[in-house]
């Protein structure tokens, strides 16, 4: 049986999914808000990836601001959709990556400093899978704020 969530991991998520502090020390500067100690907090994230809970730490930011980034999709067979997921979420810059229904049943996003780090990541998922990647460019944009707590008051 996996092991719950604990109370301090809850409280790290559910406070710092937005206003992560952006300091010469970061970890101190949330112990010391929550009450905690710098270790503990970064044990207890630590964990969190370890368990693949959380699949990263680090900052979201408005596209076209720094770097580049493209919303992607490819037609994953069904049978195998798990296995691709997980793959195409070991490579660095990958985002979001989810099911859906539809022929391109898996999307996600790629991030990078610029469009050739894009063109790497696609290629490099392309060998690794076999499949296309699509490119869905951005007409308009839409801001999401995907914070989720974990507790409700």
Same mark, same amino acid.
């Given at each position: 049986?996996?092991?719950?969530?604990?109370?301090?991991? #809850? #409280?790290? +998520?559910?406070? @710092?999914?937005?206003?992560?502090?952006?300091? /010469?020390? /970061?970890?101190?500067?949330?112990?010391?808000? =929550?009450?905690?100690?710098?270790?503990?907090?970064?044990?207890?994230?630590?964990?969190?990836?370890? !368990?693949? =809970?959380? $699949? !990263?730490?680090?900052?979201?930011?408005?596209?076209?601001?720094?770097?580049?980034?493209?919303?992607?999709?490819?037609?994953?067979?069904?049978?195998?959709?798990?296995? +691709?997921?997980?793959?195409?979420?070991?490579?660095?810059?990958?985002?979001?990556? @989810?099911?859906?229904?539809? #022929?391109?049943?898996?999307?996600?996003?790629?991030?990078? /400093?610029?469009?050739?780090? +894009? !063109?790497?990541?696609?290629?490099?998922?392309?060998?690794?899978?076999?499949?296309?990647?699509?490119?869905?460019?951005?007409?308009?944009?839409?801001?999401?704020?995907?914070?989720?707590?974990? $507790?409700?008051?």
């Amino acid at each position: 049986m996996p092991r719950p969530v604990t109370p301090l991991q #809850k #409280k790290l +998520i559910d406070c @710092y999914q937005r206003g992560f502090p952006v300091t /010469p020390h /970061p970890y101190a500067d949330i112990a010391a808000a =929550i009450g905690s100690t710098e270790d503990a907090v970064i044990n207890a994230l630590a964990d969190l990836q370890d !368990r693949k =809970i959380l $699949s !990263r730490i680090g900052a979201t930011y408005a596209t076209g601001r720094a770097g580049a980034s493209t919303l992607a999709a490819m037609a994953a067979p069904a049978e195998n959709l798990e296995k +691709i997921a997980h793959l195409i979420s070991g490579f660095t810059g990958i985002n979001h990556n @989810y099911e859906r229904e539809d #022929k391109l049943n898996l999307w996600f996003v790629i991030t990078g /400093p610029d469009q050739e780090a +894009i !063109r790497q990541t696609t290629r490099a998922i392309t060998d690794a899978t076999g499949l296309a990647v699509h490119h869905m460019p951005m007409i308009e944009h839409y801001r999401l704020d995907l914070g989720f707590p974990l $507790s409700w008051n």
